[in-house]
Antibody, heavy 121, light 107 residues
Framework: QVQLVETGGGLVKPGGSLRLSCAAS????????MSWIRQAPGKGLEWLSY????????SYADSVKGRFTISRDNAQNSLYLQMNSLRADDTAVYFC??????????????WGQGTLVTVSS | SFVLTQPPSVSAAPGTTATITCGAD??????VHWYREKPGQAPVLVIH???ERPSGIPERFSGFKSGNTATLTITGVEAGDEADYYC??????????FGGGTKLTVL
């Protein structure tokens, strides 16, 4: 069955870096766009970034543009999020999610369980 | 940037109907998708493309959109439906856009 498993979260100091990974299985990973989405404690969902099915196209929310980089390795069925210059307001659970497309739109039909990132001194 | 507005909370008694709204200034051709999130669990897609129900989602869940308001309706509400519900659209310039979420309380 479809499975997405995030790893790499943890405690990091402000200004530090962290790299999240998302291991995909149970589907043709290379055929799907993928996104990172986060949820700060007690807050709603915030879309961060997506990457095309190859590595040719990426897009970012303004809140992380220039600090976060999304990438993927289709040979390893893995999605990544490199997070630099981390701030306290980046503290959140980070989810990877699989895209589905239709009617000119994208939605997220499968999500991982998430990994917690805490930015604190 | 594109903004989706949801009521913070909605309540319904078991067996009744819960209605959660999602408003925008102008959806245009954007379609609306809905997710259910229970504490400590990953979000689950319950409606996509305004009205389409994914396999495995009960028929009690339905979606509708008219004008600048999209609606998620849950008929025959059960205790297990208590969760946070989020609407979402895809915007060409902003990417994924989520509403602020609505907490459904089953009385």
């Amino acid at each position: 069955q479809v499975q997405l498993v995030e790893t790499g979260g943890g405690l990091v100091k402000p200004g530090g870096s962290l790299r999240l990974s998302c291991a995909a299985s149970g589907f043709s990973f290379s055929g799907h766009y993928m996104s990172w989405i986060r949820q700060a404690p007690g807050k709603g969902l915030e879309w961060l970034s997506y990457i095309g099915s190859g590595t040719d196209y990426t897009s970012y929310a303004d809140s992380v543009k220039g600090r976060f980089t999304i990438s993927r390795d289709n040979a390893q069925n893995s999605l990544y999020l490199q997070m630099n210059s981390l701030r306290a307001d980046d503290t959140a659970v980070y989810f990877c999610a699989r895209h589905k497309r239709g009617y000119g739109s994208y939605w997220f039909d499968r999500w991982g369980q998430g990994t917690l990132v805490t930015v604190s001194s | 940037s594109f903004v989706l507005t949801q009521p913070p909370s909605v309540s319904a008694a078991p067996g009744t109907t819960a209605t959660i709204t999602c408003g925008a200034d102008n959806f245009g051709i954007k379609t609306v998708h809905w997710y259910r999130e229970k504490p400590g669990q990953a979000p689950v897609l319950v409606i996509h493309s305004d009205i389409e129900r994914p396999s495995g989602i009960p028929e009690r869940f339905s979606g509708f959109k008219s004008g600048n308001t999209a609606t998620l309706t849950i008929t025959g509400v059960e205790a297990g439906d208590e969760a946070d519900y989020y609407c979402q659209v895809w915007d060409g310039s902003s990417g994924g856009v989520f509403g602020g979420g609505t907490k459904l309380t089953v009385l």
